[in-house]
């Protein structure tokens, strides 16, 4: 059954042929990989660093639900965007859920697929990459991070790594990711990754850091840091229909062509708040850091 209240516009196309390496062969050949030449296609007034925009999101949903709407607004004023995927989600409860023989609220029938961590991760990685189109990404600046961190596991040297890759071919984008500043309840893949990013700032590494509150942890945020200041963006009229459009992405429910609705299933509370208000939410790395 679809997801109600949906709209569904799936990519299946995108999957439908081809191999992307190892533990991507079920996805497809899109986007291209990366690993080897990440600038790959970029002119070079591009490379010097001119209206690139580099987006690393820890795990998929957060590129959505965190950078979204600042993805889709930079992208409208004509940035060289590219989103950066870090781990490979795959110790998300969901897995168990799809696959332990029983109801759901938001699906007829039982739950009974059981994936193994490989194809779990490949179900969400389709997920996040029909979502990142939605927002606005060309397919070939949507990437994986090479050698990119086992789900919960994201250490502050793995993410300083994978940011200090792509900055080689980018030197002088703007740097966008999670902030690290949300207290002891946020997610620990997303504090290193905030703070690897912070470290590479001090360090003269990144040029301008924009370090984005997710709107779930706006409450804890700001009881913990009362005096910084946040930017917000808001998506409305056509711009919120596409981001619409990313979340569906998420919410897309066929498990004949390898779709879960994973994204929903995990976080269903968040993607219905920022359905009704899609914004992000960001304060800029500055000297009391
Ligand atoms: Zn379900």
Same mark, same amino acid.
């Given at each position: 059954?679809?997801?109600?209240?949906?709209?569904?516009?799936?990519?299946?196309?995108?999957? /439908?042929? #081809?191999?992307? $390496?190892?533990? *991507?062969?079920?996805?497809?050949?899109?986007?291209?990989? =990366?690993?080897?030449?990440?600038?790959?296609?970029?002119?070079?007034?591009?490379?010097?660093?001119?209206?690139?925009?580099?987006?690393?999101?820890?795990?998929?949903?957060?590129?959505?639900?965190?950078?979204?709407?600042?993805?889709?607004?930079?992208?409208?004023?004509?940035?060289?965007?590219?989103?950066?995927?870090?781990?490979?989600?795959?110790?998300?409860?969901?897995?168990?859920?799809?696959?332990?023989?029983? &109801?759901?609220?938001?699906?007829?029938?039982?739950?009974?697929?059981?994936?193994? /961590?490989?194809?779990?991760?490949?179900?969400?990685?389709?997920?996040?990459?029909?979502?990142?189109?939605?927002?606005?990404?060309?397919?070939?600046?949507?990437?994986?991070?090479?050698?990119?961190?086992?789900?919960? @596991?994201? @250490?502050?040297?793995?993410?300083?790594?994978?940011?200090? !890759?792509?900055?080689?071919?980018?030197?002088?984008?703007?740097?966008?990711?999670?902030?690290?500043?949300?207290? /002891? &309840?946020? *997610? !620990?893949? *997303?504090?290193?990754?905030?703070?690897?990013?912070? /470290?590479?700032?001090?360090?003269?590494?990144?040029?301008?850091?924009?370090?984005?509150?997710?709107?779930?942890?706006?409450?804890?945020?700001?009881?913990?840091?009362?005096?910084?200041?946040?930017?917000?963006?808001?998506?409305?009229? =056509?711009?919120?229909? #596409?981001?619409?459009?990313?979340?569906?992405?998420?919410?897309?429910?066929?498990? $004949?062509?390898?779709?879960?609705?994973?994204?929903? *299933?995990?976080?269903?509370?968040?993607?219905?708040? =920022?359905?009704?208000?899609?914004? @992000?939410?960001?304060?800029?790395?500055?000297?009391?850091?």
């Amino acid at each position: 059954m679809r997801q109600r209240g949906w709209p569904i516009t799936p990519f299946a196309i995108l999957f /439908e042929e #081809g191999e992307r $390496g190892k533990s *991507h062969a079920s996805i497809g050949r899109y986007p291209p990989r =990366f690993d080897r030449k990440i600038g790959g296609g970029c002119s070079s007034k591009l490379i010097s660093g001119g209206g690139v925009v580099l987006f690393f999101s820890p795990h998929q949903d957060d590129e959505l639900l965190a950078l979204g709407a600042y993805a889709q607004h930079v992208i409208s004023k004509g940035a060289d965007a590219h989103v950066v995927l870090c781990s490979d989600g795959t110790k998300s409860c969901v897995r168990q859920i799809l696959g332990d023989a029983h &109801s759901c609220d938001k699906h007829d029938g039982l739950h009974d697929y059981r994936l193994d /961590e490989a194809a779990f991760s490949d179900a969400r990685d389709r997920e996040y990459l029909a979502s990142c189109q939605a927002i606005g990404y060309r397919p070939s600046r949507i990437h994986f991070a090479p050698r990119r961190a086992v789900d919960g @596991s994201l @250490s502050r040297e793995e993410a300083s790594a994978i940011i200090q !890759r792509y900055l080689d071919v980018f030197p002088g984008a703007e740097v966008c990711t999670i902030s690290p500043l949300v207290g /002891e &309840s946020q *997610h !620990r893949d *997303h504090r290193h990754l905030g703070e690897a990013a912070v /470290e590479l700032w001090r360090k003269g590494r990144i040029r301008r850091l924009n370090l984005f509150v997710e709107p779930y942890c706006l409450e804890a945020f700001r009881s913990e840091n009362p005096d910084v200041e946040l930017s917000h963006v808001a998506a409305d009229g =056509f711009k919120k229909a #596409g981001l619409t459009s990313a979340v569906s992405q998420y919410c897309f429910w066929d498990p $004949g062509v390898g779709r879960y609705a994973i994204g929903y *299933h995990s976080v269903t509370g968040e993607f219905d708040a =920022f359905m009704k208000e899609p914004a @992000s939410y960001w304060h800029t790395a500055d000297g009391r850091m």
